[in-house]
Structures are given as structure tokens and as C-alpha cells.
């Protein structure tokens, strides 16, 4: 009989821990459903066609894109996409180094011709045409 109470006790301990950890948790998501999310100003940027600089950028993104594109195809080798993908990322390093160093983030013309003749390298395996900014 002892035992019998003593189970209907340890029953209802059970039963109040969960109901109390549920409203608990109902409690909890509601005040995080109340409180407003904080508005966070968002930075002004540069729409593309606006930055000279964006051509090298361009460039970038396209021949990163036909190295995808032609190794699908088989027109490049594993091997030739490993490689060419290196160069892009060593490129794109010295492009943010200038901006970086540069006071108004722009490349000057000497910095896009240097970058661009490294990106023709790339043109001829990729088939892109090398005097495309």
C-alpha cells in the first residue's frame, strides 16, 4: 500500500515538472515573440556600373565562371582548372590589397592594366576574349 502512494507521488512530481517546464517554455517563446527586432541601418553601396575599378571584379567573376563551365565540358583538364582557379584567387588578393591601400577604394588605371594582363593569361586557354572590362 506504501508502495502504491508512494509511485501515485512520484507520478505527480513527474507530471508537475512537465507542465511546469512547458508553460515555462510557452512563457519564454512569447517574450521573445513581443520584443522587436532592433532596425540595422544598412551600408550604402556602389552599384557596379558606377566603380571603374569593377572591370578587373567582372573579369574575375566571369573567367571563375567559364573554368567551371569548361572543365563540365571537358574542354580543360582537373589538372589546368586547379591551377587557373589558383591564379584568380592570387589575383583577387592583389586586387583587395590595392583597394585596401588605396584612399578612395578605386584602382588607378596603371593598377587595371597590370591586373587585366594577368587575367589575359587565363583568356586564352578559357576562350574569353582578352580586351573585355
Not at 46 to 71: C, K, Y
Request: proline share 5%; aromatic share 4%.
Amino acid at each position: 500500500m506504501h508502495l502504491k502512494i508512494f509511485m501515485e507521488e512520484r507520478m505527480m512530481k513527474r507530471i508537475l515538472f512537465i507542465a511546469v517546464s512547458v508553460l515555462v517554455v510557452f512563457y519564454a517563446a512569447s517574450l521573445g515573440a513581443a520584443t522587436q527586432p532592433t532596425p540595422v541601418a544598412k551600408p550604402s553601396i556602389t552599384p557596379l556600373a558606377l566603380n571603374p575599378s569593377n572591370g578587373v571584379g567582372i573579369r574575375l567573376m566571369n573567367q571563375w565562371h567559364l573554368v567551371a563551365v569548361d572543365l563540365k565540358s571537358g574542354k580543360i583538364t582537373q589538372a589546368q582548372a586547379v591551377s587557373i582557379r589558383a591564379g584568380l584567387k592570387s589575383i583577387h588578393k592583389q586586387q583587395a590589397a590595392l583597394l585596401r591601400a588605396s584612399a578612395n577604394h578605386q584602382l588607378t588605371t596603371a593598377q587595371q592594366a597590370q591586373l587585366n594582363s594577368q587575367l589575359d593569361q587565363n583568356s586564352q586557354v578559357l576562350g574569353e576574349s582578352p580586351t573585355s572590362n
